[in-house]
């Protein structure tokens, strides 16, 4: 399969253009050309660019000429990175090279006759000798569509080509063979790529020359802000690219020319060998969309606000990185900026700099769908990695954003301009919302998977009697699921349509990942083809062959009444972290059928987007999560404003992998009962059943239980001791017998003459029921972690994704008993005792452990330092010390750190914190009498309007953050990794050495915000090295209260398996602290 290109003609017999591709002169603001206008000096070949199938159709104004459809055969026959090329038109061909005066084919071996024609012989000829029923004496010229010569010029080129016909097929010819002689006066050549702003009909492929063509602007139209019909007519020209540019992406494949056995490679060579007669030769094309694949200010929320000195100019750009000019970016009324670099004969590259406005995008992500970047002083495509540029200034009030840099070719031993015609193609996304309203104008989504997929209405371009249709290639769209799947980035879009089903499908091309993305493996890409059709009855046929080459991706199967019902996904599905790379939405097809888009969406102005309303929280009866929402469309009306209508199809999911209606083959066996995981709606009731049974008189015993100790009747549950006698009020905890178990020793507790301590088990004996449904078995069932549902405690849910409410109150109880830091708050006792905490926060088992600060052993620390030890002795023993079947099998860090610290449980560290900011916010206000954990979950997870009236913020809370919409910055602002940088901004700490050095260094006088964490994280390591080393004498010491002696402590230094096994654990350590965890942390909380 070749990699390179040819080029469409003979170079040394063009002469200079006389008209240019773009907008034409003197209607430069209604007419833009797409077709690259030819003359030559001679008579030239038309040769392929590629192999392909060959559509001819008559000339409109000579009869003497034929124009030519090529139809790439292979979407990545051809590498250039670019965006896959739908058609090459090739006008203006002498007829005389293909068909005769009575139009069929030129005999066989003809002198005038093409390649083409010799090559329809040649395949005629061998389809001959295998069927004996053919009779005719010469091929139909129905194999290059000329039976469709006479059809209205109206209709669809699309449809034609992909029409099913038994008794023809497109001919197919190799790529470097010759079409046809180009008229030497009347010639172009155009590259229409797979876009879907124009759809070509017949009238298209005959003209002469093809221009996109637009009423003369209105008064108060400025460039970039028209009625949006007029500015939907424009966006056509997104469907087309100068050639001059398109083989200038060929600069590492090369580019084939007659007559030269080596392909012509290089910015320098392709220039001066190709680009010399094209006007556009040094133009820089500079293509920006928007996040729903329109151009930058389609939704009018880039130009700024009327009465800004600026308002209208979309971008600053510069070329030095310092000084930088408005632009505005629809030059000429058209929805693309050609620039001109400025002479360079100094360097191999130009830069060009681009600041983009920050009113109704904050933190403007963008991603280089085609660009370079400079490795080694050569310029190479830009790889995935480096295809994200974020915002660098975090300044949210400021007007403009930082400057994102690109590079470009150059070529300083040129005369005059330098720069060769290229092209820069990004996509502006929109990560966060304002804090004023957006535009109307704008599409915006509410859930992630919003405006993802679709048209709505969308049908493949493959024949209507196929069995099965389908297409990929619609499109690009970022998708950030980080928080729902663990993965976020830029996903292919595709469509298919069987008989009985239709599946809109997306896969990961290019992955963000500003940190590390928690919960899975690396996504493995498999590459699609463009499209096609098949005679089976299911999609199957073809989506196996293309997009599921790759060993992680298996076929569900699902029986439904007698018929069986395939859907593609990973091979384990383990909510809500585990994602193959691949979403498929899946519908009936009758459901597809049925759908009728309303009349106040104008799909001329705006493609049908799906979106989905109300995902609701369900289990079915084996605890495993799922939700279930309404499936919806997002468009435009007929004036630009965004509107969106239900469609009356309700979709199920596990974990947003797979999304099917239950008509189309339900993948989730549903079952009445909801065990597992807890609505956070659900829970904040629950707890208050909870406070009303514990919290006042219930027969002769008054339990009268403050904000910690419901807390702790719950915690107990999942991390701590508890005995089973529903039927006995006064049980106690079991406070200091399990290590690990139960890491709060000793915490204080009112006392009473009646019991020691009020812990029981929850059994709700006066109070059994809420909503039908028991509140002990909800709150003491265990949410689907490790596949098993082996989680101590449910999941809370809510828009913000899953949540683990064992880890929330393990970790606020932690807080609130023991401070955590500095030092001196911990152990507040005299100096000579400042190596262990007073006596009522700790139990004497853990004296002599180097582990203090019982939140490392109830929070984020715990679940970075384990992975480490479990790693550690998987490498030294060469088996898993974890017993379960969902064990490693080899040494794998990642694997230990997904099990030890799945997004649920970091979650659950996160809210920890912010519960307590909430706890204390509330409780500063005096006048809260009363104060109840429900009135702290509802603040951090509802809001202060769902707060009951008798309680209130303070009028000046202590804390900047409360509510869970704010989780990361809370932490990180609580644990040392984020700090006010006192203008109303945050500075992230590891990105200041000498900051990130003290905060890491042990606790003094001399630097109060030292928090010793490389310390702390090795420590806690030797007590898990300990922990699983030496569970039953510890177990012994622990349950009898005893000191643990330290020379039963495990040190990694008595390890001799390992030349340095300190400095390897540490390194360990390093590495999941700083590369994984704190980057996750950063990305979510900057």
Same mark, same amino acid.
């Given at each position: ?214 009423? %003369? ?55 001066? %060998? ?8 040094? &133009? ?38 310092? &000084? ?504 507040? &006792? ?257």
């Amino acid at each position: 399969m070749p990699s390179t290109a040819h080029f469409f003609t003979d170079p040394s017999k063009l002469n200079a253009q006389l008209t240019s591709y773009g907008p034409v002169s003197g209607n430069e603001n209604t007419e833009y050309m797409v077709a690259s206008k030819l003359q030559f000096s001679s008579e030239a070949d038309a040769i392929a660019v590629c192999t392909g199938y060959v559509f001819l159709q008559p000339h409109a104004t000579d009869n003497s000429l034929v124009n030519l459809d090529l139809l790439p055969m292979l979407a990545d026959q051809i590498e250039n990175n670019y965006t896959a090329v739908k058609y090459f038109i090739y006008r203006g061909l002498k007829k005389s090279n293909i068909l005769t005066g009575s139009d069929a084919f030129l005999a066989e071996s003809h002198p005038d006759a093409s390649d083409l024609v010799n090559s329809i012989w040649q395949q005629y000829n061998m389809l001959k000798t295998l069927v004996s029923t053919i009779d005719s004496t010469s091929p139909n010229t129905a194999a290059v569509g000329w039976d469709t010569s006479s059809n209205p010029g109206t209709d669809s080129l699309n449809e034609l080509l992909n029409a099913d016909n038994s008794d023809f097929q497109l001919a197919a010819i190799q790529a470097g063979q010759t079409l046809a002689k180009f008229d030497m006066l009347n010639a172009g050549f155009e590259v229409m790529l797979e876009e879907h702003f124009y759809e070509p009909d017949l009238a298209y492929v005959r003209a002469a020359d093809f221009k996109i063509t637009t009423t %003369t602007p209105q008064s108060g139209d400025i460039p970039g802000n028209q009625p949006i019909a007029k500015m939907r007519q424009r966006e056509a020209i997104l469907n087309f690219m100068d050639p001059a540019a398109w083989y200038m992406t060929f600069f590492k494949a090369g580019v084939n020319i007659p007559d030269d056995a080596e392909p012509v490679k290089g910015f320098d060579a392709l220039y001066t %060998t190709l680009l010399s007669t094209f006007i556009t030769r040094n &133009t820089l094309y500079l293509d920006i969309r928007n996040e729903n694949s329109y151009s930058l200010n389609y939704y009018n929320d880039n130009e700024g606000q009327t009465g800004d000195s600026d308002y209208g100019e979309h971008i600053q750009v510069s070329w030095d990185g310092t &000084t930088f000019a408005f632009a505005n970016y629809y030059k000429d009324y058209w929805p693309i900026l050609t620039l001109s670099p400025p002479a360079n004969t100094t360097t191999e590259f130009n830069e060009l700099h681009v600041k983009f406005r920050k009113i109704y995008n904050p933190e403007p992500l963008l991603y280089a769908d085609y660009a370079v970047e400079l490795i080694s002083d050569t310029l190479i495509n830009i790889s995935s990695s480096m295809k994200f540029k974020q915002e660098t200034n975090p300044v949210l009030a400021a007007t403009w954003s930082s400057s994102f840099t690109f590079k470009l070719p150059n070529n300083p031993a040129a005369s005059g301009n330098t720069a060769p015609a290229f092209p820069i193609k990004l996509m502006n996304i929109r990560q966060k919302n304002p804090d004023i309203a957006l535009p109307s104008t704008v599409v915006q989504k509410e859930h992630f998977l919003d405006n993802a997929f679709g048209p709505a209405n969308y049908v493949p371009d493959v024949a209507a009697g196929s069995s099965t249709q389908w297409v990929s290639g619609l499109g690009k769209k970022f998708i950030d699921g980080r928080n729902e799947m663990g993965v976020s980035g830029i996903f292919e879009m595709g469509m298919g349509i069987s008989s009985t089903e239709v599946s809109f499908f997306a896969s990961i091309i290019d992955e963000y990942r500003p940190g590390i993305t928690l919960g899975r493996s690396q996504v493995k890409k498999s590459t699609p083809e463009t499209g096609g059709k098949s005679q089976s009855s299911s999609l199957i046929a073809e989506l196996k062959k293309t997009w599921f080459k790759d060993r992680n991706f298996e076929l569900q199967k699902q029986e439904l009444s007698g018929s069986t019902f395939y859907i593609m996904d990973q091979k384990t599905l383990d909510p809500p972290t585990n994602f193959s790379g691949l979403i498929n939405l899946v519908i009936s097809k009758s459901e597809y059928d049925a759908i009728t888009i309303p009349s106040n969406l104008d799909t001329t102005i705006h493609a049908p987007l799906l979106s989905f309303q109300s995902f609701s929280m369900e289990s079915d009866n084996n605890q495993v999560p799922y939700r279930k929402a309404a499936l919806k469309v997002n468009g435009a009306t007929s004036s630009g404003t965004k509107t969106t209508a239900g469609l009356g199809v309700d979709l199920l999911t596990f974990n947003y992998g797979i999304l099917n209606s239950e008509a189309a083959g339900n993948v989730v066996e549903l079952e009445e009962a909801v065990n597992g995981i807890i609505t956070v709606n659900g829970f904040i009731e629950m707890l208050k059943v909870v406070e009303d049974v514990y919290g006042e008189r219930e027969g002769i015993f008054d339990f009268g239980d403050n904000l910690i100790e419901i807390c702790t009747r719950l915690r107990v549950h999942y991390y701590g001791g508890e005995q089973d006698m529903p039927d006995v009020y006064d049980l106690k905890d079991n406070v200091y017998g399990k290590i690990f178990n139960n890491s709060i020793p000793m915490a204080e507790y009112m006392v009473d003459l009646i019991f020691d301590r009020k812990l029981e088990r929850l059994p709700f004996t006066t109070r059994a029921l809420f909503s039908g449904v028991n509140v002990y078995d909800q709150l003491t069932s265990h949410g689907n972690e490790n596949a098993v549902k082996d989680n101590p405690s449910p999941y809370l849910v809510n828009d913000l994704g899953y949540v683990d409410l064992g880890q929330v109150l393990y970790g606020f109880e932690s807080i609130f008993y023991q401070p955590h830091y500095p030092p001196s708050s911990i152990f507040p &006792t005299p100096p000579s005792d400042m190596d262990k905490p007073p006596s009522n926060t700790f139990s004497p088992s853990y004296e002599n452990f180097p582990v203090k600060i019982v939140n490392d052993l109830a929070g984020w620390l715990a679940n970075i330092a384990i992975p480490a030890t479990e790693y550690f002795l998987h490498v030294r023993d060469d088996a898993s010390p974890i017993k379960q079947d969902y064990a490693p099998t080899t040494p794998n860090l990642q694997a230990y750190y997904d099990i030890s610290a799945p997004i649920v449980d970091l979650n659950g560290n996160a809210d920890s914190i912010g519960i307590l900011w909430a706890y204390e916010v509330l409780n500063e206000n005096i006048n809260n009498e009363g104060l109840k954990l429900s009135d702290v979950f509802t603040l951090y997870y509802k809001g202060e309007t769902f707060l009951r009236p008798e309680i209130a913020l303070p009028s000046s809370p202590s804390h900047p953050f409360y509510t869970a919409g704010n989780r990361w910055k809370i932490f990180a602002l609580f644990f040392g990794f984020m700090v006010d940088d006192g203008v109303g901004g945050y500075i992230w700490v590891p990105d200041s050495p000498t900051l990130w050095a003290a905060v890491k260094s042990p606790y003094s006088s001399s630097n109060p915000i030292g928090k010793d964490y490389d310390n702390r994280l090795f420590f806690y390591s030797e007590f898990w090295l300990t922990r699983r080393e030496s569970t039953k004498s510890l177990g012994i010491y622990l349950l009898s209260n005893m000191k643990y002696p330290d020379f039963l402590i495990n040190h990694f230094s008595d390890n001799t398996d390992f030349t340095q096994p300190v400095l390897w654990i540490k390194n360990v350590l390093n590495d999941l602290f700083e590369t994984k965890f704190l980057s996750f942390v950063k990305n979510l909380a900057m």
